[in-house]
């Protein structure tokens, strides 16, 4: 690597580090959902990620993932206690699952997992 670039790469690799040093723990829930329903799901994924991303305590990212047999919406807490939390929050309990509920035919699959 010539010594021009080697700032740009130390640069792009400490920004990368610190994206990802904050996240303790990710909240995964996979949604089975038609595939002619998802962009109405979408739709309801990116009308909640402001309320998401500005009121919930401890929540640092949320990021949907659309493929070819489900959707995921992938959340980064600080802390395990964080992610359950919202799980338990009226935001989730009474806004986004009762919107994505008609879309949805089988009960999510949620994991939590904590970050190294």
Do not use: W
Request: glycine content about 2%; proline content about 6%.
């Amino acid at each position: 690597m010539t010594s021009l670039l080697k700032p740009i790469a130390l640069a792009a690799s400490l920004i990368a580090t610190s994206v990802f040093a904050e996240t303790g723990a990710y909240l995964e829930i996979t949604l089975k959902i038609a595939p002619e329903n998802r962009p109405a799901a979408a739709a309801i994924c990116a009308e909640y990620k402001d309320p998401f991303l500005t009121t919930v305590a401890g929540n640092d990212s949320k990021a949907l993932l659309v493929r070819d047999d489900d959707v995921q919406v992938l959340h980064g807490f600080d802390t395990v206690a964080s992610a359950t939390a919202y799980l338990a929050s009226e935001l989730f309990t009474q806004d986004v699952f009762v919107a994505l509920k008609p879309l949805v035919p089988a009960d999510p699959e949620v994991r939590i997992y904590q970050a190294n």
